[in-house]
């Protein structure tokens, strides 16, 4: 994995090749969440931070009405009018013609943009490699033409792109993420008013750790989209006798079970699932104020419970290392993290025992599976802006 300065200088020197002038810099982190999962479309809340693996961004405005977009860690170029703006065959564009096409649908006319992009968030890994995309270059193009759009705005921009041009329907937790993330913070979301308030994660007592199982099952972003319409049913069915429930956010554990035999088993396992997360993330908030890892860990393995069995996103990779670690006494907790069916889970261990979690982990896996994974230790980060 290469380190800021190599990326940047990488990034500078193809950026003046291809046209001739020095751009202007921007990054936009990836993100964890340490609990609260596919809550964010159900109105719930979430407790994210900005991790320092980014996409970094040289970018300048043109006057040739095009995008001239080139993708580092692809090596591959891609140009289209600004007024033929489309969904393409190149996926990596799709994702900045997507965001440059919210500027124009607010009327704004973001004239011609240059772009070279590159970072060391893996792909895949449920990092959120793409809304980091998204913001860094709806922050990039809000800059270079001084629209002065307000940060929650671009957020809502980014994940608007991301439905429209990759077809993803998101929640709104990724590109919150990447553009609030504070160093040394973790975030509490109220993903229906977007109110946030920061916790520290000093990282005295423990560590995280990122196991990447590198699979990624093709079902990822159908089933992602099917979950969202089991939870919109289930709502219907909640609001026939409780008309006040807009979201599964306003339901509680008692209306559920009210409802229980109008909906079939499948439906009331996902609500189940997604209360009792909303609940969970309160609980995990008051723990963390106390530095009680011990209750945080404990709350986590329930949602990989949840996640795996009521809400049916996850899959043998990820619950074998789930299995690895809760057997492991230096574990306080750890789960499969982001959309599901592959990418990472997230390990909080106890303060200098990584390596022995690491090399015991490595070891089982492969036993268990019979390939290998990928390990990631990250710091939490600033959000998405210009770099000086
Ligand atoms: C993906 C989505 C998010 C969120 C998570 C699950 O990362 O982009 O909006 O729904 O899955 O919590």
Redesign the pocket.
């Given at each position: 994995m290469q380190d800021f300065n190599t990326i940047i200088q990488n990034l500078q020197r193809k950026f003046t090749d291809l046209f001739q002038l020095p751009p202007d810099l921007y990054q936009a982190p990836g993100r964890i969440?340490l609990i609260g999962?596919?809550?964010?479309?159900n109105d719930g809340f979430?407790l994210p931070a900005a991790i320092d693996k980014a996409i970094y961004l040289a970018i300048l405005k043109n006057d040739l009405e095009k995008l001239r977009l080139f993708s580092y860690n692809m090596d591959e170029f891609f140009e289209i009018d600004i007024h033929e703006l489309k969904k393409v065959e190149v996926q990596w564009a799709n994702y900045l013609i997507g965001v440059t096409a919210q500027f124009q649908k607010k009327g704004l006319n973001p004239g011609g943009i240059d772009c070279v992009f590159g970072g060391n968030i893996p792909p895949g890994a449920?990092l959120?490699s793409s809304?980091a995309l998204e913001c860094g270059f709806a922050a990039g193009i809000n800059d270079q033409f001084d629209f002065g759009i307000e940060k929650t705005e671009l957020i809502r921009m980014a994940q608007k792109a991301e439905h429209e041009y990759a077809g993803?329907l998101?929640?709104?937790?990724?590109q919150f993420a990447s553009t609030f993330g504070k160093e040394g913070y973790v975030m509490k979301l109220d993903c229906r008013s977007l109110d946030y308030e920061y916790f520290p994660l000093t990282n005295q007592e423990v560590d995280i750790v990122l196991c990447d199982t590198r699979v990624e099952h093709s079902l990822a972003s159908s089933e992602?989209n099917i979950r969202r319409s089991e939870c919109d049913k289930g709502v219907k069915t909640i609001q026939s006798v409780f008309p006040d429930v807009k979201s599964l956010r306003d339901a509680d554990p008692a209306m559920l079970d009210k409802v229980k035999t109008r909906m079939k088993t499948t439906i009331y396992d996902r609500c189940h699932y997604i209360i009792h997360e909303n609940i969970r993330v309160e609980k995990a908030c008051k723990a963390l104020l106390k530095n009680d890892f011990s209750t945080f860990g404990k709350l986590m393995y329930e949602t990989h419970a949840g996640l795996s069995k009521e809400y049916m996103v996850s899959c043998i990779e990820l619950d074998t290392l789930v299995d690895i670690a809760k057997k492991s006494p230096d574990i306080s907790g750890a789960r499969m993290m982001?959309?599901g069916f592959g990418g990472c889970t997230i390990n909080l261990v106890k303060k200098g025992k990584a390596e022995k979690f690491i090399s015991l982990v490595n070891e089982e896996y492969k036993k268990t599976i019979g390939s290998t994974i990928q390990i990631y230790r990250v710091k939490t980060s600033d959000g998405a802006g210009k770099l000086n």
């Amino acid at each position: 994995m290469q380190d800021f300065n190599t990326i940047i200088q990488n990034l500078q020197r193809k950026f003046t090749d291809l046209f001739q002038l020095p751009p202007d810099l921007y990054q936009a982190p990836g993100r964890i969440n340490l609990i609260g999962e596919h809550t964010d479309y159900n109105d719930g809340f979430v407790l994210p931070a900005a991790i320092d693996k980014a996409i970094y961004l040289a970018i300048l405005k043109n006057d040739l009405e095009k995008l001239r977009l080139f993708s580092y860690n692809m090596d591959e170029f891609f140009e289209i009018d600004i007024h033929e703006l489309k969904k393409v065959e190149v996926q990596w564009a799709n994702y900045l013609i997507g965001v440059t096409a919210q500027f124009q649908k607010k009327g704004l006319n973001p004239g011609g943009i240059d772009c070279v992009f590159g970072g060391n968030i893996p792909p895949g890994a449920g990092l959120s490699s793409s809304a980091a995309l998204e913001c860094g270059f709806a922050a990039g193009i809000n800059d270079q033409f001084d629209f002065g759009i307000e940060k929650t705005e671009l957020i809502r921009m980014a994940q608007k792109a991301e439905h429209e041009y990759a077809g993803v329907l998101c929640g709104i937790m990724d590109q919150f993420a990447s553009t609030f993330g504070k160093e040394g913070y973790v975030m509490k979301l109220d993903c229906r008013s977007l109110d946030y308030e920061y916790f520290p994660l000093t990282n005295q007592e423990v560590d995280i750790v990122l196991c990447d199982t590198r699979v990624e099952h093709s079902l990822a972003s159908s089933e992602y989209n099917i979950r969202r319409s089991e939870c919109d049913k289930g709502v219907k069915t909640i609001q026939s006798v409780f008309p006040d429930v807009k979201s599964l956010r306003d339901a509680d554990p008692a209306m559920l079970d009210k409802v229980k035999t109008r909906m079939k088993t499948t439906i009331y396992d996902r609500c189940h699932y997604i209360i009792h997360e909303n609940i969970r993330v309160e609980k995990a908030c008051k723990a963390l104020l106390k530095n009680d890892f011990s209750t945080f860990g404990k709350l986590m393995y329930e949602t990989h419970a949840g996640l795996s069995k009521e809400y049916m996103v996850s899959c043998i990779e990820l619950d074998t290392l789930v299995d690895i670690a809760k057997k492991s006494p230096d574990i306080s907790g750890a789960r499969m993290m982001g959309g599901g069916f592959g990418g990472c889970t997230i390990n909080l261990v106890k303060k200098g025992k990584a390596e022995k979690f690491i090399s015991l982990v490595n070891e089982e896996y492969k036993k268990t599976i019979g390939s290998t994974i990928q390990i990631y230790r990250v710091k939490t980060s600033d959000g998405a802006g210009k770099l000086n």
